[in-house]
């Protein structure tokens, strides 16, 4: 009798465990989508409508559970986990999320508002417009000033171009060939180096990277500066702990890769590199239409294939390739007359879109073989780690039903397109 209980114990404790999974899976199973201009969405295998209105300046947030859009001339925002829609403002000219649960409005007099859900507070009035939202700074202008807010604003100098660091701790300014890299909190200068023409961040918060200075010198900045190689051309590749770079001499254009303090030449060619991917301890590289692979030690390199026009990424240990509308991997080839824009990796294989007498239809390939999957489907997804593709496509009125990938449920019907990030 214990045993039984025992027994019954373990399979109601793996039981709810399946539960909690599956449910902690539900929550960034949430889809938008359009039918025709209403906007609706699927969440825990559920279609929910939001409005039949048309709206505009869809913004949705990072964790895909709130919603913001306008509904002319009032800005709305839709919580998904109690289903209710909010009016926020009337006559907006921006908004933008700070993150899942802040976001910032622009009324119609430049009035600039945080908001945490239909609660507001004021950062600023009459600004010109805002420059940078990266959690939990808002950069803004006003007149002929640059504001930084953070639960107070403070005016910093910043007239040039930009860019936020990784973790959004750190602003990179590079002003007319100076590059400086401040801490966000207070715009303490980190790191200043002059005459700097190119650069890439290694870790998230750009105190360690790769810049190339007007003397075409490459340096690796680490607390100090350590030069790499002079007369360089261009950064093509890098990771943490190599970086790929070209450099030329009267004749060939020079593919180089350092390596702790070694440089090793790669290959030499009468043709510019210009498609560059390093992955796995190995080099791929695009030129004139040849590709080439090579170890990063820069042993057992060879040809690939060639008239190839781009590279797309490793799979399963060798190179995915396009030739104009044609897809192969490495010299086999997968697919022709494929629709480039929609090759997608899923679950451990390549899916696109064909279209056949004008009529588009899905494909699977696993690297060996392509199977039709589906005929009729208009646009397809991937959602966390379910794909979802709209089926049944009507062509002339540009609809189709909804699917789950592997499911024959029709979710919703009269689908016209998957939102798959903001649309402003």
């Known amino acids: 009798m214990k045993k039984h209980k025992k027994l019954l114990i373990v399979i109601l404790a793996l039981f709810l465990l399946i539960l909690i999974v599956v449910k902690v899976n539900q929550k960034d199973n949430i889809v938008y989508y359009y039918k025709n201009n209403s906007l609706s969405y699927l969440k825990n295998n559920k279609p929910y409508n939001i409005t039949d209105k048309y709206m505009s300046n869809i913004n949705i947030s990072k964790n895909k559970e709130k919603v913001l859009y306008i509904e002319y001339p009032n800005l709305y925002l839709y919580n998904t986990s109690n289903r209710k829609k909010y009016k926020i403002m009337k006559d907006v000219q921006g908004i933008e999320w700070l993150n899942n649960k802040q976001y910032i409005v622009i009324d119609k007099d430049k009035n600039l508002y945080l908001y945490n859900n239909k609660k507001k507070k004021v950062i600023d009035k009459k600004i010109d417009y805002l420059i940078s939202v990266s959690n939990p700074y808002i950069i803004y202008k006003k007149g002929e000033k640059t504001f930084i807010y953070n639960k107070k604003k403070k005016e910093i100098k910043l007239d040039s171009s930009f860019e936020i660091s990784e973790n959004h701790e750190n602003i990179i300014i590079n002003k007319d060939g100076t590059l400086t890299i401040n801490k966000l909190s207070n715009m303490k200068e980190l790191i200043k180096i002059k005459n700097v023409i190119n650069y890439k961040c290694i870790n998230k918060n750009c105190t360690e990277l790769y810049y190339l200075n007007y003397e075409r010198k490459l340096y690796l900045y680490k607390g100090k500066d350590k030069k790499i190689a002079e007369d360089v051309n261009d950064i093509l590749a890098f990771n943490s702990k190599s970086i790929v770079y070209s450099n030329q001499d009267k004749d060939n254009y020079k593919l180089i890769i350092h390596k702790g303090n070694k440089s090793t030449i790669l290959d030499k060619n009468k043709t510019y590199y210009n498609n560059v991917l390093m992955k796995d301890n190995k080099v791929y590289y695009l030129f004139g239409g040849i590709v080439k692979e090579v170890k990063t030690s820069g042993s057992k390199k060879h040809k690939i294939n060639e008239d190839v026009t781009s590279i797309i990424d490793t799979f399963k240990g060798k190179l995915l390739l396009l030739k104009n509308n044609n897809l192969y991997l490495n010299d086999k080839l997968l697919g022709e007359n494929i629709e480039v824009d929609t090759i997608k990796i899923y679950k451990n294989n390549i899916y696109y879109l064909k279209k056949k007498d004008d009529i588009p239809s899905m494909y699977n390939n696993n690297g060996k073989k392509e199977v039709k ?49 903001s649309i402003k």
């Open 373 to 421: 999957v589906k005929e009729n489907v208009g646009y397809f997804t991937i959602n966390g780690d379910t794909m979802y593709y709209i089926g049944d496509y009507n062509i002339s009125q540009k609809y189709g039903n909804l699917y789950r990938y592997n499911s024959k449920r029709i979710i919703d019907k009269r689908v016209t397109s998957i939102v798959e990030k």
